[in-house]
């Protein structure tokens, strides 16, 4: 059996409660339309008695399982038998400790960490839940497998498809809104891209359709094995930190898949013993795509035992269409407005007693250039996770003394354009990328110096600025 008999797929909503098995495709429950969770029976499934017991997979690292920062925690997502796993080295990421970026946020020295998925091959987190999705796909023998993406998620599937030569990968993007340096990933890696004319939100709609319609595998996070790969962010974080519980976890919420695995992965981790609480939880908005901390922080949408009051959600989504609404950020990874992971966000804040907060752009490239600048550096969207923590604490949500890990979801060269327009002093471009956003200023930016080609002014150039 490929797929182990002690794994299953549960349907999020307690009222209908269906379940299937791991071998069945499904993106939404059968009975519901909910959606859906991986679920254990765990005393079959042989979980560590303690965390520590995991560290056994590092002194076999030439394992590629056990070289990959997934699949060393396997016992923790056991719902494949090892031979039929995908891996391309996934998760070699770093938690750092940020003294500078600490000072920046509000926290005393030593309590701000950074964990960079940026790092991953793809660079960005998703290949952490693309190599678990796409083991699934591979183990019940999917031909082709699809996503819709604002960049990072299909810049993953393209290289799993391109690395492992086991599917063909077709990525539907919205038009204008991907960052070159995702887009060129897709290409370079010979992914069928289909260019929507629309947003996100409307070629998420379109992918959902056409895999229906053409059987092709769908690996966007609607995909329940997506987000046992992504739990795995955390499981590193603790083991950095020796397994001790931070108090919080920060993350940027797009479609708010990462959130929702977080939760299950202190769910699950409270639920076996492994750990005696949890961390706090916050998601952090861009506020030109702001669904979350609409319904959250001004309607008081909650979770509420999976009675979710889904007129206020519907009532929401009725608004942004009478208002012709479009999410709109310079952070484009999580520039969404119908956040497909809404209700699985909503238990992971019950569960790790969450906040959400929004951003502005502003607030996004200030505090990104300053992870720049004290750091390994990410792209727009990550910087939300550091604005938002620095926010809360401000708010004095976050105390001083709280030890704090703010994801950093994706790398540095994601987008170069937003990068350079920031530290430019080219004023058109700073308006064109930045300044429509309502952008006004660079505090941190980092300007190059103009010079004659003459020695001696660039050796007075230095002496002045150097
Ligand atoms: C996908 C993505 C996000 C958003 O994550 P969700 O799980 O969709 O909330 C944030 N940052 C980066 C860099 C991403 O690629
Ligand atoms: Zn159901």
């Not at 890696?189 to 939100?201: E, H, K, N, S």
């Not at 941190?444 to 002014?457: H, K, M, T, Y």
Request: glycine share 8%; hydrophobic share 40%; charged share 20%.
């Amino acid at each position: 059996m490929p797929l182990n008999e002690f794994a299953f797929q549960r349907c999020l909503s307690a009222d209908c409660g269906a379940t299937y098995g791991a071998d069945e495709v499904l993106i939404a429950c059968k009975q519901c339309g909910e959606l859906l969770d991986v679920d254990y029976e765990w005393d079959r499934a042989q979980p560590p008695s303690r965390l520590q017991d995991l560290e056994k997979y590092w002194a076999e690292r030439h394992h590629p399982l056990n070289f990959s920062g997934v699949w060393r925690f396997r016992d923790l997502l056991p719902y494949v038998s090892d031979d039929e796993i995908v891996t391309v080295g996934e998760g070699q990421t770093l938690l750092q400790q940020a003294n500078a970026v600490a000072s920046y946020v509000g926290l005393d020295p030593g309590n701000l960490y950074l964990q960079y998925e940026g790092m991953n091959p793809s660079g960005s987190f998703k290949d952490n839940g693309m190599s678990a999705a796409f083991t699934h796909a591979h183990t019940i023998g999917a031909q082709r497998a699809a996503c819709a993406s604002t960049g990072n998620t299909s810049a993953s599937l393209a290289m799993y498809c391109s690395v492992t030569r086991a599917m063909r990968g077709i990525i539907f993007i919205g038009s204008g809104k991907i960052s070159y340096g995702k887009l060129s990933q897709a290409l370079d890696y010979g992914a069928l891209t289909v260019q929507i004319a629309g947003d996100f939100d409307d070629a998420m709609v379109r992918v959902r359709e056409v895999c229906k319609e053409l059987g092709i595998y769908l690996v966007n996070s609607v995909n329940p094995f997506r987000l046992e790969g992504q739990k795995t962010i955390m499981f590193r974080v603790l083991e950095a930190l020796r397994w001790e519980i931070p108090d919080w976890i920060v993350v940027p919420g797009g479609n708010l898949g990462n959130s929702s695995s977080f939760g299950k992965a202190f769910m699950e981790l409270k639920q076996l013993g492994l750990i005696d609480r949890v961390p706090r939880l916050a998601v952090i908005n861009a506020a030109g795509a702001d669904t979350l901390s609409q319904l959250v922080e001004r309607r008081d949408l909650r979770w509420n035992d999976s009675q979710t009051d889904e007129e206020k959600i519907a009532a929401y989504y009725q608004e942004l269409d009478d208002l012709h609404k479009k999410a709109d950020t310079i952070a484009s990874a999580i520039e969404i407005n119908r956040p497909v992971n809404l209700k699985k966000c909503l238990r992971a804040l019950a569960v790790c007693d969450g906040v959400v907060r929004q951003v502005s752009d502003q607030e996004i490239l200030d505090a990104k250039a300053q992870v720049g600048a004290g750091g390994i550096g990410c792209e727009p969207a990550s910087g939300a996770s550091v604005a938002g923590a620095k926010l809360l604490r401000q708010q004095g949500v976050i105390g001083a003394s709280d030890r704090v890990v703010c994801i950093l979801t994706g790398h540095v060269l994601k987008d170069p354009t937003a990068t350079v327009a920031y530290h430019s002093t080219d004023q058109k471009l700073f308006n064109d990328v930045l300044g429509s956003r309502g952008v006004k200023t660079a505090s941190f930016a980092n300007r190059a110096i103009a010079v004659d080609n003459d020695l001696g002014e660039i050796i007075q150039a230095i002496q002045l600025y150097g």
